[in-house]
């Protein structure tokens, strides 16, 4: 096969029980762009190309990938499309087609995204992966069950971010259990752990540690995600889904850990052992009307004491692209 092109019917998926074989149709050509991929016939045309195939779940038909030289974005459009009709469960009518649309929609959202990124055609050919049809057939179930702009785009970033993590085995892990993770988290709790990792994890400086530049930070990356619903159930249930742990025991309160990160904003060598707490919340209220509201936050839900794990850290940085525009990294979780 190596030198001969493949034919359309050459395109096939079979049952995992049973070796019935079925076709899928392609046609002679196709877009490359993404905005013409969407609605197009499922099936795949490359020539010189490798065929393999993968069954996913326990009586599902293996979709084929074929790829030598990367797919395109026609191909990519319709293996999301195959994914759902081979493997999702029977619906009744109505509801098929709510899920159809929703994966329509996040298809869309991928290939807009996928675009955006200049993602090539090499790239793409990551899809034909074992490990990431598993995961994709895990975003795709996810966005067909919850009809939620926020949770396409994290799963659309989470697989972008897949695609190029083929050589880095604890990121590649830590991606495809963070797609199953998110099937399981509600918008808010995206948002609570993007707002735990800026607050906690990530570095507000990039120059002189002064308030200016602290509430410069605040501002812009921390307020999009304040208003969020947030309970003592939410961090529970962040917990329950494998994102983070919940510190149990002694915990400084939230304003004297923020004062201990950033020392260099609290002059508390000059103030007595027993009144600096006092003097840190002082200054807070001075100088910073968001960290003072984040303060009296952490006293009502204390978010602050959760600590990301490698796929919470992972959910928590996809969340804050697709938010922000501002791309950080895990790095710190995975190296």
């Given amino acids: 096969m190596s030198g001969d092109a493949i034919k359309p019917d050459d395109v096939a998926t079979t049952e995992a029980e049973g070796g019935e074989e079925w076709r899928a ?13 969407l609605h197009t016939p499922y099936g795949s ?26 797919l395109s974005f026609t191909e990519a459009e319709r293996l999301f ?26 298809t869309a959202t991928f290939m807009r995204m996928a675009a955006a990124q200049k993602v090539t055609a090499e790239q793409l050919a990551n899809l034909s992966e074992p490990d990431v049809q598993f995961v994709l057939n895990a975003a795709v179930e996810g966005s067909a069950r919850r009809n939620s702009p926020r949770l396409r785009e994290v799963l659309a970033g989470l697989i972008l971010r897949r695609l190029h993590s083929h050589d880095d085995a604890l990121e590649s892990l830590a991606l495809g259990e963070a797609v199953l993770a998110a099937g399981r988290l509600a918008n808010n ?27 410069a930070f605040l501002r812009e990356m921390i307020v999009p995600f304040m208003s969020s619903k947030m309970s003592a159930g939410d961090l529970l249930h962040i917990e329950y889904a494998g994102c983070a742990t919940l510190m149990r025991g002694p915990v400084s309160p939230f304003d004297s850990a923020i004062a201990r990160k950033y ?66 990294s895990a790095d710190e979780w995975l190296r």
């Fill in 25 to 37: 149709g392609g046609r002679a050509g196709g877009p490359s762009d993404p905005s013409d991929a």
């Fill in 45 to 70: 045309n490359v020539t010189d190309s490798h065929v393999h195939s993968l069954a996913v779940g326990e009586r599902s038909r293996a979709i084929t990938v074929v790829h030598h030289h990367g």
């Fill in 81 to 106: 499309g195959l994914l759902f009709e081979q493997n999702f469960p029977r619906l009744a009518e109505v509801a098929r087609e709510e899920a159809r649309r929703r994966v329509d929609e996040f």
């Fill in 189 to 215: 709790h995206l948002h609570i752990l993007a707002l735990c990792f800026l607050v906690m994890y990530a570095d507000w400086f990039h120059g002189p540690v002064v308030w200016s530049a602290a509430n």
């Fill in 263 to 328: 020392s260099a904003l609290f002059d508390v060598d000059k103030v007595e052992k027993l009144n600096v707490s006092k003097f840190v919340r002082s200054v807070i209220e001075r100088e910073s009307p968001v960290l003072n509201r984040l303060c009296e936050l952490s006293e009502q839900v204390g978010f602050y004491v959760l600590q990301p794990t490698t796929v919470g850290a992972v959910l928590a940085v996809t969340t804050i692209e697709q938010v922000t525009g501002k791309r950080l």
